[in-house]
Structures are given as structure tokens and as C-alpha cells.
């Protein structure tokens, strides 16, 4: 037993040495956020309240109107649709990517670097060039209409681009590895024993899965998805190749207000709002994390 | 909103302070800008050097070179891919270290506008007299105050004629295509361009700022969206010459790289007219080299220089000199290089819209975004 | 017999669902690369089998310069977004529990990049600095650490504690504890977490195109402003060429390291 003053002294060093630990893990980090994104977002966040001039740049008289503005049906349209399109992609993702994951921590331990970097190389050649290579395979003239009248499957080339669809497919692609890297990361550390000892006690698999393996890696999961969801929505680069224009998103209108419209007042509005949403999409997701992270460890 | 500015007073306490801190940055940049005194002609040009801001593969490759050996100063060629681009980083507020841009007559009036151009020293590019007379009395920069013209050209549809098996002759071919072509047309998505068949087809000004009119603009681009493969800006002649499409609403130059490919292509300015556009050169005020930037202008009209230059970008100039070299050379292969100055100025200047631009951009997204 | 065939059944279809992944991935890829050897100017004509654009590739010193520019940027903001981010990420699991600043931490990878490349802008502007490389590499920075943040948070749930408190006991100092227990624990989620950063910063166009200098162009920014003519081969060539390097630089390492210091 030690003394009560002693415990105090120690109790109290400690504390003081944990806050230092704290600063020195999570001071670098935050100031750098602080000054690299908060700094910047906050200038342009004050851009919202002002008017865009008659040749664009702002003109400093504060107004509400680019609020009232972004309410126009025809923005919460692109809003959904972008929604919409940003989700399916990432429900596939997880389709695709789960999986994935899970076969490549299967591997042997001296082959899992590989499969992790071959997963990640394609995305080394540059997106645009990987996007036209789409366009290239699915094109009336393409190479997959092609072969499937060669091989007399069809007799009339296939419109495969410039739907949704097609867009749906360029995200998935382009931002599959965003959802593979998170999950294999959580995955691999899951024991396998775990698997076996559930099985020993009756488990079914697939009750072995949703009850162990799922709460176990719903932190790779969430990440995963988040990755693939949000730069999926602000793309728009993909809806403009292989949407051919004829698909909205949140992005491209967000870039039109800034570089087409040179409204930078109402850009910032649209982007706040967008932010706004996914910030508080980020925050429940914390929440629920924690539900299934207290859940796993009981 | 009310809850969110706070009272009256609230509001206004928020508000200066953030045109403070706005008015701050563009303090600090401007303090740190060159002196924009008056001009040295005998400016030792050696000792400058210019960065030059260009839509890639719109100059010769080796132009930096060239102009370095023959003039003196040392030249970085940086590239943006569109106006809007180039516009942004010029308009920030932050010192984009570019000495000369190239953009489109309406951005560089809105440059002029925001007073973000040094004037033209016109004792400093003798070749200015080599322009036609009516390259500088364009509207968006009369007299060429703050911009030279590098090139221009008109905007049409350009067609592969064993595809369409007819010569398009009007905007109607286009916005409302056969049922054969259906599916095989395509047009330009910057939005300009993008309103411009209409507008025509309807009697209208492509500067038109008029509700009622853009109305109806609309209402047939919603209708010839259904009709369209994609609206493309930068791959459309190549669509041509896979055949993937087989008209597509293009500028001359670009239709030239198609016919490159296959002589089958032909470009066509429709009967209700177009738009005459004009690719400009600007020297930004914040230049510290604003000699050697004028003397670029200057080595770019030589009547030489410049005929090498358009038959490597295949674009017309309103170089005169430079035009009486090759146009009619080139003009073998490509028709529309023998365009006059007379044909192009039929048709319409494109204008910066000022106020009315937010109402064009809504209108393209109602329109790219409708069902 | 029994154990075998339960191996057997566990692996094969995980087999086909990576060759399922793979064709997806790479096919593009390979049509890419096939492309690269195309004689014509243009991907959509096909001209006979060329080494053209290899040529043309090697004397494009714009594309060669771009490509070190992308590397110098790549590089550095992988090194410094790994380290920063671990540490946020372990700082942020050990003692914070406010959704607000997990949010505030991932945040950077939530701004639209236009808006995060204007306000960067605005922010150099503010600071008089003159843009360069550096400006671009900062602003990789902090979008890649919430990336690796993220990734690293992902893998850290449980373990950390009961290996802290164990290592402590031990009596090892709370910072030997963090190098040689912590950041072991946690190289499989560095490794991914910098992996994505790289590849993040590699082919990050709209936010260098705003923080850059005029005369320090990455490769993203030559290649999406050569589009005006379309697409040409040449970067299909380039493509090829960093495929292959960095293949080849794969199988060496993987040669060269003992298959064995995974946990």
C-alpha cells in the first residue's frame, strides 16, 4: 500500500506527463490542419456573405441572397443525384473491396505487400489517362463492342457510355483502393483463432462473420466508405468523360461557380453546404463507431 | 440565415470584420507587386525573364527557345488548360509570377475591368501594324488598349460527310438532328458555346442578357440534350474520326486537327451566323518584366514568326503580314484558313457578361443536369 | 485429409475474387498500355505497332520535368503526412473522445479540393509567400494526414493499451514504448495509410494547380493542360514506363526483404 500523498505526487506527474504525450502526439497535426485547412476555408467562408462583383472578385457589402440562392430546386436536384451516385459507388466498393481485402490478409504473409501494391498501381498512371481507357473499352466503337460482335453476342454496338452507370463504374474504379488499403488494414489484424473458437462454440459462419468479424473491422469499413464516398461526390472529372457531360454533380457545380460563373460568394456557399453535411455525416459516424468498438470489447 | 447573422448590428460587426481581413490579403498582395512606372525602352531585355501562361500545344514547342536566341530575355512557357483556369489564379489575389497570359477576348476584358492588366505600350511593338485594321475594333477591348490579338476564328459545326451523307447548312441540323443522327452529335459544354447554336438558331444575341430570350434557349437545349452522345470541349474531332460521332459542334482550328485525319471532315459556319472569338496576349500589371514582355508581343507579330507559328496551331491570326505568308498554302489542306477578316467579322464579338454570367451558368447546369 | 480440403475451400474462392479484382483493375490498364505503342497520333486510330511515342517521350523535357516534380512532391508529403498523421492518430485514440475533434482531424479529406486550392491560395496570398513546389507539397500534406490518420486509427481499437501498460510496466520510457511497441503494432496501417498518400499526391491535380509556382509544374498539371489536343500516346508511353519501374522496383524489394518481420 502506498502512501495517499504519494499516490497524489505520482497521480499528478502522470497527468501532467499524459497532457505532454498528448501535446507532442496531437499538437503537430492540429496546428497544421489549423493552418493549412481551417486558415484557408475560413477565408473562403467569409467570401459567402459578400457579392460577386460585375466582372467576378467580390464585392465587400454583405447579403443573405447567396443562402437563399443555393435552395433552387435545381441545386438539391444535383444534390441528390450526387448523393445517389456517390452511394452506389460505395456500396459497390464494399461489395468488391471487402472481399478483396479479406483474400489479400489470406495471403501468404510474403505475398500480401505485392497483392496491397498491385492494387495500388494502376492508380499510379494518371487519372485522366485511366479514365480515357475507359472510354476506349466501352465506346460505340470500343473494344468491348467489338468483341461482342465478333463473337456475334450482340449484332448492334451498345450506348455503355455517357449514362450514370458509366459514371458509377469510372468512380468505383478510380477510387476502389481507397476502400481495399482501410480494410485490409483492419482485417489483418483480426485473429484467426477468433474465427475458429466461434466455430468450436456452434457458430454459424455466417453468424461468426456479423457478430465477430464485421463489429471488428467496422472501423476499416467506415473509413473505407468514407474515402470512396466523398471524393465520388465532389469528382467531376468522371461525369464530365464518361457521364459526356450529360450527369451534374455536387462538384461540378461547385468548380462551375468558381471558375465558370466566377461567383465566388455563391461557390462558398455551395461548398460550405456540402461540407456542413459531410462534417456532421463524420460526426455521427464517430459516434457509431464507438457504439461498435464498446460493443466488440465487451 | 437571420439566426445564423445575429441582429442588424451582429451582422454588420461580422461583416467588417471579414472584409478586414479580406481587404488584408489583398493588401499584402499588392504590396508585394512590382512598381508599375513608365516603361524603359532601352530596358537591357537580357537581364529579364518572362513566364508565359499558354493553352498547351498553342505555341510551337521550340517558340521559348527562338524567341531567347533572337531577343534576348529568358522564357518559361507554363500551361493552363481553359480560360476559367487561368482566371482563377490571376484573380485571387496572390502573385501568380506570370509576366504574359493568353485568353479569350471576354476574359481579357474582365481582367482589364478588375484593373489586373498593364496597358500596351504601343511604341513598344512596332508589328502592330502588321494586325488588320479590324482586329482593333473589337468591342471587348477597343483599340487594343490592354490585349493583342494572337489568333481568332468562328465557331460551326464540323461534319464528317460520308456519316451525315447531307452538308449541314443550319444550327437545325445540329439541335434538332435526323433521326439517323440521333445519338452522333455532339457539342461544346463551356457555356458560352454551349448557348451559342441556340441562341442563334432563335434570332438571338450570343451576348444576350434577356430573360425571356435565354428562356427559350434553354427550352431547346433541354430538348437537344436527348438528342446528344456527350457535350465534349476537348475530344470531339477525335469522335469524328473514329466515327464514334458524326457532327459535332467545334471551333475551326480544332476541326483542322480532324481533317488532319481524315479528309472526309468539313467544317461549315451555319446561315444564322456564329461567333467570332479572339485568343488575346496580356501583360499582368504585377509583371517585373514588362519590356521583355512587350517585346514577346512584338516577336510574335513578325509576319515570319508568325506564319510559322499558325501552321504549326493551324488557327487564322488577324496578323495580316503573317497571314499573306501561308493562308493560302494551308488553306489547300484546311478550306477554313482562307477565312477574311470580312467573313469573320459577320459574324458575332462574344462579350464578357458582367452581371448576367451567374444567370448563364445556372441556366448550362439546369440544362446539363435536366432528365 | 480433413484439414486440407478445409484450406482447400477456404482459399479458392478467395483466389477467384482477387483474379475477379485484378481483371477489373488492370484491364484498362493494359489497354493503356497496348495503346502506347500505337503508331497514330490519336488513341482512337489505330496505326500500326511504333515505338513513336517512346521517342517523342524522351525529348519531352516538360513531361520529364513535370514527372520530378511530381516525385520531389510525392515523396516529401509521404514522409511527412505518415509521421504526422500516426502521431495524430495515436494521440487522438488515446486520449480524445470528442466526435468534434476526431471530425476536425479527417476534415481536410472531406473539403471539396477546389475549395481547399482556392482558400490555400488566399492563405499564400495573405502570407506574401511566393508559390513553389513547397507550396504544393504543404498543401499534400494535409489532406494525405487525415488519410493516413484515418487508416492508422482504423487498426489501433484495442491493442494499444494492454501493450502500453505492459510495455510500462516493464519499465520502458513512454517514448522507447511508442518506437519499438507502438509504431511495430501499427506498420501493416502506416504502410497502407502511406501508400494511399503517395498515390493520393502522385496524381493530385486541382489543389497543385493552385499552390504551384509558374515555372514548377507537377506532371498531373502537364497532362491535364496537354488535353486540349487530346490525348496522345505519349502519356500512355509514360504510363507504361512507371508501370514497369515501379513492377520491377516491387519484385526486387520483395527479393530483398525476409518474408518474415510481419508482427
Redesign the interface.
Known amino acids: 500500500m502506498t502512501s495517499p500523498i504519494r499516490t497524489r505526487v505520482s497521480r499528478d506527474s502522470e497527468k501532467r ?2 497532457l505532454l ?2 501535446m ?3 499538437g ?3 496546428l ?2 489549423t ?3 481551417a ?3 475560413t ?2 467562408a ?2 459567402s ?2 457579392q ?7 464585392v ?1 457589402k ?1 447579403t ?1 441572397e447567396n ?2 440562392r443555393a435552395l ?1 430546386p ?2 438539391l ?2 444534390l441528390t ?1 450526387s448523393l445517389k451516385i456517390a452511394g452506389i459507388t460505395t456500396v459497390l466498393a464494399i461489395a ?1 473491396g471487402y ?2 481485402a ?3 490478409a ?1 495471403l ?3 505475398w ?19 479514365t ?3 472510354i ?2 466501352l ?3 470500343g ?1 468491348l463492342n467489338h468483341a461482342l460482335m465478333k463473337f456475334n453476342i450482340i449484332h448492334t454496338p451498345l ?1 455503355l ?2 449514362t450514370q452507370s458509366a459514371v458509377v463504374v469510372g468512380l468505383l ?1 478510380g477510387y ?3 476502400m481495399i ?2 480494410l ?3 482485417i ?2 483480426l485473429d484467426p483463432q477468433l474465427g475458429e473458437a466461434a466455430a468450436n462454440l456452434g457458430a454459424t459462419k455466417a453468424r461468426a462473420f456479423f457478430s465477430l468479424t464485421l463489429p ?1 473491422t467496422a ?2 469499413l ?2 473505407g466508405s ?2 470512396v464516398f ?1 471524393p465520388s461526390l ?1 469528382n467531376f472529372i468522371v461525369p ?1 468523360l464518361l457521364g ?5 454533380m455536387v ?1 461540378n ?12 460568394p ?3 456557399v455551395l ?1 460550405l453546404s ?2 456542413a453535411l ?2 456532421i455525416f ?2 455521427l459516424q ?2 457509431v463507431e ?1 457504439r461498435f ?1 464498446s460493443d ?2 465487451e | 440565415m437571420q439566426s445564423f447573422l445575429g441582429t442588424h448590428g451582429r451582422k454588420l460587426t461580422i461583416s467588417s470584420i471579414a472584409a478586414g481581413i479580406v481587404l488584408l490579403v489583398s493588401a499584402c498582395s499588392n504590396s508585394s507587386t512590382g512598381a508599375s512606372g513608365a516603361l524603359d525602352p532601352k530596358a537591357d531585355l537580357t537581364k529579364q525573364s518572362l513566364v508565359v501562361s499558354n493553352w498547351a500545344a498553342y505555341n510551337p514547342p521550340d517558340l521559348a527557345a527562338k524567341f531567347e536566341a533572337a531577343v534576348g530575355p529568358k522564357m518559361t512557357i507554363t500551361n493552363h488548360a481553359t480560360n476559367e483556369e487561368i482566371m482563377a489564379k490571376l484573380t485571387s489575389g496572390a502573385d501568380s509570377g506570370i509576366d504574359v497570359a493568353f485568353v479569350s477576348g471576354q476574359y481579357a476584358q474582365a481582367l482589364a475591368a478588375q484593373g489586373l492588366l498593364e496597358p500596351i505600350d504601343a511604341a513598344l511593338i512596332p508589328n502592330l501594324k502588321n494586325l488588320y485594321p479590324e482586329a482593333s475594333k473589337l468591342p471587348y477591348d477597343m483599340g487594343n488598349k490592354y490585349s493583342v490579338p494572337y489568333t481568332w476564328g468562328t465557331t460551326g459545326i464540323c461534319y464528317r460527310k460520308d456519316l451525315t451523307g447531307f452538308d449541314p447548312t443550319s444550327w437545325n441540323d445540329l439541335l434538332n438532328p435526323v433521326a439517323k443522327l440521333k445519338g452522333k452529335t455532339t457539342m461544346l459544354a463551356t457555356e458560352r458555346w454551349l448557348m451559342l447554336p441556340a441562341q442563334k438558331l432563335l434570332g438571338y444575341s450570343a451576348n444576350t442578357t434577356d430573360a425571356t430570350e435565354m428562356d427559350k434557349v434553354k427550352a431547346q437545349l433541354v430538348a437537344t440534350k436527348k438528342t446528344l452522345l456527350a457535350y465534349d470541349d476537348t475530344t470531339f474531332y477525335t469522335r469524328l474520326v473514329s466515327g464514334e460521332a458524326a457532327m459535332v459542334e467545334a471551333w475551326d482550328g480544332w476541326c483542322n486537327y480532324g481533317i488532319t485525319d481524315n479528309k472526309n471532315i468539313k467544317f461549315v459556319i451555319p446561315k444564322e451566323g456564329s461567333d467570332l472569338w479572339v485568343d488575346t496576349m496580356v501583360i499582368l500589371k504585377t509583371s517585373k518584366n514588362k519590356e521583355a514582355a512587350h517585346a514577346l508581343i512584338n516577336y510574335i507579330l513578325d509576319p515570319t514568326v508568325n506564319s510559322w507559328v499558325i501552321s504549326n496551331v493551324l488557327y487564322k491570326t488577324p496578323d495580316k503580314a503573317a497571314m499573306d505568308l501561308t493562308a493560302a498554302k494551308l488553306g489547300e489542306t484546311y478550306p477554313n484558313m482562307l477565312m477574311t477578316p470580312a467573313d469573320l467579322l459577320k459574324q458575332e464579338n462574344l462579350l464578357d457578361l458582367g452581371s448576367s454570367g451567374p444567370m448563364y451558368t445556372k441556366i448550362a447546369t439546369e440544362v446539363t443536369s435536366s432528365k | 485429409m480433413m484439414p486440407v480440403n478445409k484450406t482447400l475451400r477456404k482459399i479458392r474462392p478467395l483466389k477467384v475474387i482477387l483474379f475477379g479484382t485484378f481483371a477489373f483493375l488492370y484491364i484498362p490498364i493494359f489497354a493503356l498500355m497496348a495503346m502506347s505503342f500505337n503508331g497514330s497520333h490519336s488513341p482512337f486510330i489505330l496505326k500500326g505497332f511504333s515505338f513513336r511515342w517512346y521517342s517523342v517521350l524522351m525529348h519531352d523535357s516538360r513531361v520529364i520535368h513535370g514527372l520530378i516534380n511530381t516525385l520531389i512532391v510525392a515523396t516529401g508529403s509521404t514522409i511527412l503526412s505518415s509521421v504526422l498523421g500516426t502521431l495524430l492518430a495515436v494521440g487522438l485514440h488515446r486520449y480524445t473522445k470528442s466526435s468534434f475533434l476526431n471530425a476536425f482531424a479527417l476534415a481536410p479529406a472531406i473539403v471539396p479540393d477546389i475549395v481547399l486550392g482556392i482558400g490555400l491560395l488566399a492563405l499564400y496570398a495573405l502570407l506574401s509567400v511566393s508559390l513553389g513546389l513547397y507550396s504544393v507539397l504543404l498543401a499534400h500534406v494535409v489532406f494525405s494526414m487525415a488519410f493516413v490518420t484515418a487508416v492508422v486509427k482504423a487498426r489501433l481499437a484495442h491493442t494499444d493499451k494492454y501493450l502500453r501498460e505492459a510495455s510500462m510496466d516493464l519499465g520502458a520510457t513512454r517514448t522507447s514504448t511508442f518506437l519499438r511497441i507502438t509504431v511495430p503494432s501499427l506498420a501493416p496501417a502506416i504502410l497502407a495509410g502511406a501508400l494511399l498518400a503517395f498515390t493520393l499526391s502522385l496524381d493530385e491535380f486541382v489543389i497543385a494547380f493552385f499552390t504551384n509556382g509558374p515555372t514548377t509544374p507537377t506532371l498531373p498539371i502537364v497532362i491535364y493542360s496537354m488535353v486540349r489536343f487530346g490525348v496522345t500516346p505519349e502519356i500512355n508511353a509514360l504510363a507504361t514506363l512507371l508501370m514497369l519501374v515501379s513492377f520491377t522496383a516491387v519484385i526486387i524489394a520483395q527479393r530483398m526483404t525476409r518474408p518474415t518481420e510481419d508482427e
Open positions: 506527463r499524459d504525450e498528448r507532442v502526439l496531437q503537430p497535426g492540429f497544421f490542419i493552418i493549412f485547412m486558415t484557408p476555408i477565408l473562403v467569409i467570401y456573405i459578400f460577386r462583383g460585375r466582372f467576378g472578385g467580390i465587400y454583405a443573405t443562402f437563399t433552387d435545381v441545386y436536384g444535383v443525384d468488391i472481399p478483396t479479406y483474400a489479400i489470406k501468404p504473409t510474403k500480401r505487400s505485392i497483392a496491397l501494391v498491385l492494387v495500388v498501381m494502376p492508380f499510379w498512371t494518371n487519372f485522366l489517362i485511366r480515357y481507357s475507359w476506349m473499352l465506346n460505340r466503337e473494344l450506348d457510355l455517357y474504379y476502389l483502393p481507397l488499403l482501410p485490409y488494414a483492419s489483418e489484424r471488428l472501423s476499416g467506415i473509413a468514407i474515402f466523398i465532389g464530365e459526356g457531360g450529360k450527369t451534374v462538384g457545380l461547385i468548380r462551375d461557380q468558381f471558375l465558370k460563373a466566377r461567383d465566388w455563391f461557390g462558398s461548398a456540402v461540407i459531410v462534417f463524420f460526426m464517430n459516434a464507438k468498438s466488440a470489447s
